[in-house]
């Protein structure tokens, strides 16, 4: 398994503002994802960030509006930029270990924000 | 369509009353199945993984099975400590494309 732990675990913005989340593993990972869950929802899958490329988005989300950054293979960040309240949602980093021998995803405890 | 379906939304059971939770798929190509509980608030916890049709895991008062359409996640004289969300998800043979299900809310009363 990893420890994962991402900062902030919580914060409160003003519209049109922009927040960066951290996201640190205590072990080298091949894989970061990033997800958002809104509330009473499932995860939906935002982004994979890839070590030394761009991240590889999903249907719906674009670099501009999430952005992220992956320096080495134990940290990423995620950017939520001119958020506005529709962006309110937990976001959640999880990894695929190098050595876990499976594809199992551990989650981080998740980033919840509010835009007000 | 790559699809995952949990059933019911929600359940309430009284304590020690077994019950089963459902997760139905549609993937082109399974990789793996995964069961994650999720308190309010944290992150999900991994549960089990599942590879093929047959397999069965177990831990402490949870077992989880899988057939080639389904899983299922079945709790054994669960407790109050039990209520959380539990989420499956599938990966499918696409790498880096894993799926979740909309969850089911459990709710143990004692």
């Known amino acids: 398994s990893a420890v994962i732990s991402q900062k902030p675990s919580r914060d409160i913005c003003q519209r049109g503002t922009s927040l960066t989340i951290q996201c640190q593993v205590d072990s080298q990972v091949t894989m970061m994802f990033w997800y958002r869950q809104q509330p009473g929802q499932s995860l939906t899958l935002i982004a994979t960030?890839?070590?030394?490329?761009?991240?590889?988005?999903e249907s719906g989300f674009v670099i501009d509006k999430f952005p992220i950054s992956r320096p080495n293979l134990t940290f990423s960040t995620l950017t939520v930029s001119n958020m506005s309240p529709e962006d309110s949602s937990i976001y959640l980093c999880s990894v695929l270990p190098v050595t876990s021998g499976t594809d199992t995803q551990y989650f981080g405890p998740g980033t919840r924000l509010t835009v007000l | 369509e790559d699809q995952v379906t949990q059933s019911p939304e929600a359940l309430r059971l009284q304590e020690g009353e077994s019950s089963s939770l459902n997760c139905s798929y549609t993937?082109?190509?399974?990789?793996?199945l995964f069961w994650y509980r999720q308190d309010p608030g944290k992150g999900p916890e991994f549960l089990f993984t599942?590879?093929?049709a047959g397999e069965e895991k177990e831990k402490e008062r949870l077992k989880a099975t899988l057939t080639k359409k389904e899983s299922f996640l079945h709790i054994t004289a669960p407790k109050p400590e039990d209520s959380a969300t539990y989420l499956c998800a599938v990966q499918a043979y696409n790498f880096n494309k894993f799926y979740f299900g909309s969850g089911t809310k459990l709710n143990v009363k004692p």
């Open positions: 599942l590879y093929s």
């Open positions: 993937v082109s190509g399974l990789r793996g």
């Open positions: 960030a890839n070590q030394g490329s761009e991240a590889t988005y």
